[in-house]
């Protein structure tokens, strides 16, 4: 604040008044707001003997005032005030959060040294920022996104179509990025990856057509779309290490040797033990993962072993009471498995493993429960066939007899529809093994409950696909070329690591949709000249607030503060 003096040129007397300027973010101009009016000099002159000197101290404590923290703000909003057009005045500050994780990973420094030489204009680094920090909180299409990028205080100054060019750039980088993410968390949190999870899942594109990326296969939620597979790897702390993609035709069990191969090689791991699910269990994945000289401990289908290997499950000697119905026992066994040769033929192996099996009655009651609604379905199936075809049978088909489908409809058989039965021998069958599980490994020095422990981190990895379907709505994907594919990919890959390394500094106190929520709803609205006025503030804020030094708690910041504080997250 400071006093202003304006002298009438038509009468020559001089009006004083305290005036203050602030910056208009709408019109790009400093504006002044007079804070009290005085009086014309000459009249001031006969009270005080140095008016001038007087409000210009007078201004000069009202300064001080206002810019000591407890000063206490006053404004002034006419009935008849309007918005004015194109104004955005709320506005996110949650992602200072996010913006922390970012800067310390030099993800910007990344990709600044990459478009050094690179004639685009574009800002790579921004263009990334806006995509990963509204994946997180504000998920959308690249155009919904572009269009809703002033809720962010950053300056976005590039077009929609830089966008989809810098999306190119992305996917040309894309190992590189991800490379140097690992090493920044390996000296950043000390990552741990004697033990890598690996697991594989699917997303869709709601297009007919199919390309050498986009194929109709397997979908994991039986839809018709075609689809892209992703290997996924993630260490012990659940932060993902590296992805791959893959033809959505490809089955999963091929997927693991392709990407086993690239991490071994570029990311310099070591021996590593693979943790994975059933559907990696195969002959060739074992042998390779053992050629290599690393360990395996992998999920193991009782359902689909031989009878010698179901009734050791079934045997009750051995197993050992851990409390509460649970038991488990373990047996080392020479196990003949399946190669494929180079010349193509299947040629017999023996691994010597360790085979951990335990039950749980908790396993029991969920095989029952996700059985129910195919069971319901196989018995209105039967009462009611012309209901259903195949494509809308799926998990019911098991549990019917005499079943079959007209090949150029779908549609069930008329010739069968009066003969449908329940087949309670497939159910009995499905029961006798309902609760117990089977683990098998390599590492045969390990104590069951070691071996188990082991396995149960795979589950992180299954949560952070369901966090990538659903918080992060990573599908469907609506692009077409495969350098923007990948591109939308390491994008929401980028966006996982650092939820995850936030999940991880917390210990893990708050789930993901949590922080999430929370950072969204950490946002503030442009009351005054360069005032913002906060509502929303939660136990999660405090604590993520304290992790990463970043006050949420205010109610009313002035844009410099808030400018100031976004400025200090991007010092790595």
């Known amino acids: 604040m400071y006093l ?21 973010k709408n019109t790009k101009t400093t504006r002044s707001i007079t804070v009290k009016s005085l009086g014309y000099l000459d009249k001031l002159e006969k009270e005080y003997d140095d008016p001038i000197g007087f409000f210009t101290n007078e201004a000069k404590k009202l300064e001080e005032e206002r810019l000591s923290e407890n000063s206490p703000l006053t404004f002034t909003i006419a009935k008849n005030e309007l918005i004015l057009a194109n104004s955005f005045n709320r506005k996110n500050f949650g992602y200072a959060a996010l ?3 970012y800067h310390e990973l030099d993800v910007d420094t990344f990709l600044r040294n990459r478009q050094r030489h690179s004639k685009e204009k574009y800002d790579a680094n921004a263009i990334m920022k806006l995509l990963v920090f509204s994946r997180l909180l504000y998920p959308a299409s690249k155009k919904k996104t572009y269009e809703n990028r002033d809720i962010f205080f950053e300056k976005f100054n ?25 090493e920044h968390i390996k000296s950043q949190y000390n990552r741990n990856t004697d033990l890598v999870y690996y697991d594989v899942t699917n997303y869709y594109f709601e297009i007919d ?13 039986h839809r018709p779309d075609p689809i892209v597979q992703m290997g996924l790897f993630m260490d012990t702390n659940g932060i993902p290490i590296t992805y791959k993609l893959f033809p959505g035709n490809t089955p999963d069990k091929t997927t693991l040797i ?25 002959g060739d994945n074992i042998w390779y993962i053992l050629s290599a000289k690393n360990g395996y401990v992998l999920s193991y289908s009782v359902r689909g072993a031989d009878k010698n290997f179901q009734k050791y499950v079934l045997d009750e000697n051995g197993y050992v009471s851990k409390g509460d119905g649970f038991k488990i026992k373990s047996r080392l066994y020479p196990r003949e498995i399946q190669v494929t040769a180079t010349n193509g033929k299947k040629i017999k192996k023996i691994v010597d493993e360790r085979q951990v099996i335990f039950y749980s009655p908790e396993y029991a009651a969920k095989a029952k429960q996700d059985r129910a609604a195919a069971l319901a379905k196989a018995m209105d199936l039967i009462k009611n066939p012309a209901r259903y075809n195949k494509s809308i049978s799926y998990g019911a088909l098991k549990y019917v007899k005499n079943l079959t489908f007209d090949a150029n409809t779908g549609e069930i058989s008329e ?47 299954e949560e952070s696909f369901k966090v990538t379907k659903s918080d992060f709505e990573s599908r469907p994907v609506y692009l077409s070329l495969k350098e923007h594919i990948d591109a939308h990919f390491l994008t929401c890959f980028i966006s996982l690591v650092i939820v995850r390394i936030l999940e991880h500094r917390l210990k893990g ?4 949709r949590e922080m999430l929520e929370s950072l969204s709803k950490a946002s503030c609205s442009h009351i005054k000249e360069n005032y913002y006025l906060f509502d929303f503030y939660n136990d999660i804020l405090e604590d993520i607030g304290k992790e990463l030094n970043i006050d949420f708690s205010k109610k009313i910041m002035k844009l410099g503060e808030i400018k100031k504080i976004l400025g200090e997250t991007k010092k790595s």
């Open 4 to 24: 202003r003096k304006a002298t009438n040129k038509k009468t020559g007397r001089t009006y004083l008044s305290i005036v203050h300027n602030y910056w208009d």
């Open 99 to 101: 913006s922390k994780i």
């Open 158 to 182: 590039f077009s929609l179509d830089d966008i989809y060019r810098c999306l190119t750039l992305f996917n040309k980088h894309s190992d590189a990025l991800q490379l140097w993410l690992h």
């Open 209 to 221: 057509e199919q390309d050498d990326l986009r194929k109709k296969g397997v979908s994991k939620e």
């Open 258 to 282: 392709p990407s086993l191969s690239g991490i071994q090689r570029e990311y310099s791991l070591g021996r590593i033990i693979v943790v994975a699910d059933r559907g990696l269990t195969t």
């Open 415 to 461: 010739s069968v529809r009066q003969h449908l039965a329940f087949n309670k021998e497939k159910l009995r069958e499905e029961e006798k093994f309902d609760g117990y599980y089977a683990i098998v490994t390599s590492e045969y020095k390990e104590s069951p409950e070691k071996i188990i422990e082991m396995y149960r981190g795979l589950w992180k990895i």
């Open 509 to 512: 106190k708050y789930s993901v």
